[in-house]
């Protein structure tokens, strides 16, 4: 069961990679969610590298609080290190996670402190 729900969402990734990549002045925002944590990063697909990227590991996010809590966290620190770096629109990559719960909460924050999907 495990390896079918992995090998579906490997699936659909790969479907959304070959529609959107990410530029320097647009990056892709990708999101990668795991059992303990929410990770995101800034990608200039073009010449493969990251730009900027946070995590719900950091000492700036509040882990006392729920996974969704956490997301909003992550999702407003993305947005802030992409405004240092001039960035205000990108394309989002959920990494073949539904649109729901910490991805949404992840790129809900991310749209309300600035940037733009």
Known sequence: MANKKEQRRRTIRFRIRNKISG???RPRLSVYRSNKGIYCQLIDDIQGRTLAQANSQEKNVDTKVN?????????????????ALNIEKVIFDRGGYLYHGRVKALADAARESGLNF
Not at 67 to 83: F, N, Y
């Open 23 to 25: 530029t320097e002045q």
């Open 67 to 83: 996974k969704s809590e956490q997301a909003k966290q992550v999702g407003k620190l993305i947005a802030e290190r992409g405004k």
